[in-house]
């Protein structure tokens, strides 16, 4: 099946700094999602990308599918960017497969 | 719209206890899967069903069961629990061919 792969897998950052997350994944595929999971566990979608760019306030994700990589970038983190970040693609029969995340802490 | 949504979203087992896991959501999709999370990793695909009356087995279905009746409803039962299925459970739905995915706020089970 398609592999997935995330990097780096923990990061801190001082508040205010910008970070990248990158998704690798080993096959084609048609669609890609990312998601923060937040220190109470609650998955939240951020984006449906299947290519190019999409922004919402201080996040944006770029999918480059021919390249089989997607980057989610966060600009001013805030402490409440904490939390887990997955990103995860359809494999067979819509069946999501996710990537082991990065795990982000935001200090002041 | 409330989404998708899990009860409970706690609970403790006793090993070899059996419980269900509640997951409906009001978008009328056609597509719910459940998932598991343990820690340091992603979600891993337990059951899936395509429609109403279809299941199947993902990749990790020993010790759990599925049934889809509604279109709304896709309950997991786990028939005699274990200290291994002590986890994350997420349940989730989309609508084909739109792939975009939507998960409910999840269910803690410890089983001692």
């Known amino acids: 099946g398609i592999q997935v792969e995330q990097s780096p897998p923990d990061l801190i950052l001082q508040e205010g700094a910008n970070s990248t997350l990158r998704c690798n994944f080993s096959d084609s595929v048609n669609n890609l999602q990312w998601f923060h999971q937040n220190p109470w566990g609650q998955l939240i979608n951020l984006f449906y990308?299947?290519?190019g760019t999409k922004q919402n306030g201080r996040l944006s994700a770029t999918t480059v599918a021919t390249e089989r990589y997607s980057l989610l970038y966060i600009s001013s983190s805030q402490t409440t960017d904490s939390g887990v970040y997955f990103c995860?693609?359809?494999?067979?029969?819509?069946?999501?497969?996710f990537g082991t995340g990065t795990q982000l802490k935001v200090e002041l | 719209n409330a989404g998708v949504t899990q009860t409970p979203k706690f609970q403790v087992l006793k090993t070899g206890q059996s419980m269900t896991l509640q997951c409906a959501q009001d978008m009328n999709h056609e597509y719910m899967s459940w998932y598991r999370q343990d820690p340091g990793m992603g979600l891993r695909l337990i059951h899936y069903?395509?429609?109403?009356?279809?299941?199947d087995q993902g990749e990790v279905p020993n010790g759990y069961n599925v049934s889809r009746s509604t279109t709304e409803d896709f309950p997991l039962r786990l028939l005699s629990a274990a200290p291994s299925q002590t986890s994350v459970y997420f349940c989730?739905?989309?609508?084909?061919?739109?792939?975009?995915?939507?998960f409910g706020q999840g269910t803690r089970l410890t089983v001692v």
């Open positions: 990308i299947p290519s």
């Open positions: 989730a739905s989309l609508n084909p061919p739109n792939t975009e995915a939507f």
């Open positions: 995860a693609v359809p494999g067979g029969g819509n069946k999501l497969t």
């Open positions: 069903s395509v429609g109403a009356g279809i299941t």
